[in-house]
Each structure stands twice: as structure tokens, then as C-alpha cells.
């Protein structure tokens, strides 16, 4: 009766203490943009668009920029678990004429991988030698200032990544909270 | 069919039966007489063994003996239920399923891990 009983009842304590750690952490990319250009005086904005899967986002997909505080900025990217991978076009903007918004650098980063239940960092530098002047921008050929695929992912650094608070809720894709 | 009720009362009857005690040899002294043989003298009578049915003859004797100690109740004396509580397996049970309630509560009712926030609309983005 008793070591029978004492088996039976951590058997049927086991699954509830090992539920106790099944929560699965978010499966996560941080975008982290730093530049040398000079906010307000080179840019005002920043605008992201993002597509699931390997392949550049539509040149005609919503965008919605925000108005830049100050470099560093960051933007979290999270896996709903159906693409392993996504890919993204940042730019930074001038809006100082607020009906003629100007793109002074865009770069385009695609296949992005996401690592199940990891939350993983990329750090985007974007020069200013790969601004545009007025109409012209960089010739492809540069590799600072090509499109990149598949780049390096580093594990989060909350020293690197700006301080914020945590998100009470996911925001749907390129929408507002 | 038949034979069964023959055989149950066969039965019966043969339990039922008064067990004899066994014929006892006659003694030296008390030999009877081959048959044909004339007697000459008149032996000294002799009691004939008779054979009586061992059952009880009433009135029935009884005689008030002094009370003999149980064996039985000496040997085993009834034991005493031990209370449930004092037996260590009922704490450890009780404590396994209190754990257990406690840490499923727990697992069910905690937040689950968010995401990092960017510091730049929109912030956090989900990719199907």
C-alpha cells in the first residue's frame, strides 16, 4: 500500500510540476538600425515594411512611417510559426516638407531566419555613404550598401538594444498598436 | 435423477448411523463352549460385553469448571486502528497532491513570456 501509493502519487504530480515550465518563449528577431546620419538635420523618419518568406516585399506596400527620436531604434519582429523566415525594407526618410517625403537611404534585407523559441538580434547599420543625394543613390556593386540575404543573427543583447518596455499584445502585421 | 435422492439418502443414513465401539476379544477365562460340547460346570457369570451406542444419555452431567484463559484472546488481542494521519505515506501523499495543485495553478494562471518592444512604431511586428 505505501510505496504503491507514494509511486501513484508522484506520477500523478509529475506531469503538472513538468507543465510548470511549458510556456514556449517567443521565437523572435530584433531589428536594431543605427546610422551616422544626423536626426533632424539629414532625417526625420523611419518606415519599415515587412513579408513573410525569402523574398523582397512589393515596392507598393503600405507604408506608414514614424517619426526618429534618435539612433538607435529598433523594431521587434515576431514568428507566428507558419514562415521560417521574412524579409524587410527599411528607409530612412526626410518629412521635413511633410507633402514630399523624401527617401534618403533604403535597404533591403531578405530571408531573414527565425530560430524556434529564440529571440535573436540584427544590428543594421545604414551609413551615410549609402544615402542617396537628391535623386541619385548608390550603384549596385557596393556591399555595404547592397541588398543583403540571409544575414548574420546574433543572440539578443539587451546592452545593445534600446531600452523599452515589453509588448502587452502582438500588433498585426505593419499596423498600429 | 433417480439415483441422486438414493444416493443423498444413502448418505444420510450412513452419517446417521451410531458408531459401534469395536468388539472386544473374550477373555481367557471366559471362552464359550464350543457347540456341541457339553458343559460340565457352571462357569462364574460372566458380563457379557454389550454393545452400547455412543450417544448421550440424559439427564446430561454438567459440571461448572474454573474459567481457562482464552488462548485465542491472549495471543491476539485486538489492535488498535491507527489513526490515518500519523502514517507517513498520508503526509507524503497529501504533500505530492498539494505540490502539484500548487504548481499547475501556477503554470496555468502566469503570463506567458512577451516579446521585446521596439522604441519605434510599430514596434513589435508578427510575421504569419
Known amino acids: 500500500m505505501t510505496r504503491a501509493s507514494i509511486i501513484v502519487a508522484v506520477v500523478a504530480a509529475a506531469p503538472s510540476l513538468a507543465a510548470v515550465g511549458c510556456h514556449d518563449q517567443p521565437t523572435q528577431v530584433v531589428l536594431v538600425v543605427d546610422s551616422d546620419l544626423l536626426v533632424p538635420a539629414d532625417v526625420t523618419s523611419f518606415s519599415v515594411t515587412v513579408a513573410p518568406g525569402p523574398f523582397e516585399p512589393p515596392p507598393d506596400a503600405f507604408l506608414t512611417s514614424a517619426p526618429i527620436g534618435a539612433f538607435p531604434i529598433s523594431v521587434g519582429i515576431v514568428s507566428q510559426g507558419q514562415t521560417p523566415s521574412f524579409s524587410f525594407v527599411a528607409r530612412l526618410l526626410d518629412e521635413h516638407d511633410p507633402t514630399k517625403a523624401l527617401i534618403v537611404l533604403s535597404k533591403t534585407v531578405t530571408d531573414v531566419r527565425f530560430v524556434p523559441e529564440q529571440t535573436l538580434m540584427l544590428l543594421l547599420d545604414l551609413p551615410r555613404s549609402c544615402a542617396c543625394q537628391g535623386t541619385s543613390c548608390p550603384l549596385p556593386g557596393d556591399p555595404v550598401c547592397d541588398k543583403i540575404t540571409r544575414p548574420a543573427l546574433v543572440p539578443f543583447d539587451p546592452a545593445l538594444a534600446p531600452a523599452t518596455e515589453t509588448a502587452p499584445r502582438f500588433a498585426a502585421e505593419g499596423s498600429p498598436q | ?128
Do not use: C
Not at chain 2, 448411523?17 to 471362552?31: A, F, H, N
Not at chain 2, 482464552?70 to 501523499?93: E, G, M
Open chain 2, 1 to 128: 435423477m433417480i439415483v441422486l435422492p438414493i444416493v443423498v439418502a444413502a448418505v444420510i443414513v450412513a452419517w446417521g448411523q451410531p458408531v459401534l465401539p469395536p468388539q472386544l476379544p473374550p477373555e481367557p477365562g471366559s471362552i464359550a463352549p464350543a457347540a456341541g460340547v457339553e458343559r460340565t460346570e457352571p462357569a462364574e457369570p460372566v458380563a457379557l460385553p454389550v454393545a452400547v451406542p455412543m450417544i448421550a444419555r440424559a439427564p446430561l452431567d454438567v459440571r461448572v469448571l474454573p474459567a481457562v484463559p482464552s488462548v485465542t484472546a491472549a495471543a491476539a488481542p485486538a489492535k488498535a486502528r491507527r489513526p490515518l494521519h500519523k502514517d507517513w505515506w498520508f503526509w507524503a501523499i497529501a504533500g505530492s497532491l498539494f505540490a502539484a495543485t500548487v504548481a499547475t495553478t501556477y503554470a496555468v494562471t502566469r503570463p506567458e513570456p512577451l516579446p521585446y518592444r521596439g522604441n519605434i512604431y510599430p514596434y513589435v511586428i508578427a510575421v504569419p
